[in-house]
């Protein structure tokens, strides 16, 4: 790879945001910005961001039109959670030659639920020379790369647990009310059974990460409906203030189902009640570890993290479909500029 | 690869002899062993293993011979902790076409200390296609490749902090006598003088490796000599009784300098009066991740766990001298024979 890196970022909604300034942030550029929203298309994306200044990329709906123009290295895709809403920007991405990273859930480990569209994907991607990855913080790290990574010093698993426990009451709104924050329990659940309220997203593609890596042949996979978690007093959040018996989150968990026991068992908790937010990763075995992140890693700052960090891994990566568990181990990206002689930024050789 | 995977063991010293036992469990075969301990030389492996039954493969100190006539895929050297003790092995290793893994403290990122050695052995290896790898527990996986795993999910890092404390009254007395149990402090000093007591190997490689994965130029790396930790009542360990105001054990610490302050701090504490063993790992940064294993990470269990996860990686990596930095994110493995047709062991599916 040549000359700085470039590259284009499709949905500019809250996380687009963020990781479009962590992409400038380290000296790469970005050469194209996609989003459909009527207040955004034709606007300068140094205004979208709120920089102060034009960046001289006007975002635009016609992803294809821009593709077929632009020169980039990267394309970041943060517009959905599940793989056949993104399908058509991927595909474009790949058919033009250029890498993919992804905040979509569903592509973080997507040959459990979409083994043939995988398959396509893969093999497009090959044909093109184009990297594909998803992930993010969750999934993409503290539910399955974290604990793939953790069982390396294992002779032996039998089992492994995953908690992640968020105080929602720091969130934004939007995050609140896709938990249900406010509801009453009756309500929560008929959303859950409208699939209004979905849980988290990506514990399934999580269990199928670990098992993949240990080369576990799981019975299945289940996935509980999300579960109300109520408030026991009043609580306030900045979005809302929820009575007693009223929702305050919820709980999400899945099993990987082995020898008829759940050998993989994740957690997602998130409420606005929560005294003490943490991850935590307990792998039963040779040796065993026990392991927890107190405080937990913060989702938004963390996702940002991990999308722009597997940057330079993607482009050093051969053409396909890939997963985290395929890539070298993350590590924190300073500079995205390519090396040799470069001007010094203030403050970035302290 | 095809066929099942062969390996070669070099030292069948306490961790060599667990290597091997824990490459023979997952369905690999030993077929050479050298070591010239005169009790050895001669002796069936099964029988130095204490496996009750024979393996055909008769324990050796002539490597040469060995290696020009066995077909392997992979040696094993469990011999040393300097680079230059076990150089003659690896290079005969390397020549003769085949990857190594290695518990040699110092090839675990071989860089920093020996950068001219180190271009060779990669170099050497290209030419021959063979992968060389150093790790272990540690250095190789707690003090270095699991933070950088966790800088993974930072916008920036400004500082890191690992510290390892282990109980070392659990320990072999090989490594109680290591760490100076029993002495006076003027004996310990007296020997850490003489380099006889050298505290833990590996934390300059830990260091350099971290730096290298963040692409940060450090002004140096610092190494203190290893302080005494006096035990304030008697200790009774299986190995020795310690009297108040003698040595427990040490403390080893290295120091990351850059910008003129310790960006990079890795401290290691092994003493008989540790009330809880514990790996930690504070990253100051965005996000702050603040880790801990509760009870530690055994080592030597870990030690095999890491060196036997490692072997599919590196047979399937590129030739070269690579660090764990560079390899797919580690992982465990439960079975190192061939996919396809294969004759289930008992309780390995369940």
Redesign the interface.
Known sequence: MEGEIKAIIFGLGEMGKRIAK?VLEKGASIVGAVDVAEGLVGKDLGEVLGLGRTLGVRVTGDAWGLLSKAEADLAIIATASHLEAIRPQLELCIRAGIDVISTCEELAYPHHKHPELSREIDELARRHGATVLGTG?NPG??MD??P??????????EGIKVVRVMDSSKRRPSYQRKIGTGLSPEEFRRMVDGKEITGHVGLAESIAMIAS????KLDGIVEFPPEPILAERELRTPYATVGPGRVAGLRSAAHGIR?GRPAIALEFVSHAAVEEEYDSISIE???????????G??GD??T???I???IPKVLAAEPGLVT????????????LRPPGPRTPRAGS??
């Open positions: 962590g913080i790290f503290l790369a974290l793939i990574m953790l069982t390396g010093a294992c002779q032996r698993v890596a240990l080369g576990w020898g075995g040779v040796p065993r570890i026990c392991e927890r992140i107190a405080g890693v913060h700052l963390g940002v993290g991990v722009v960090n597997m985290m568990k395929d890539l070298p181990l993350p590590s924190a990206v300073e500079d050789l302290q």
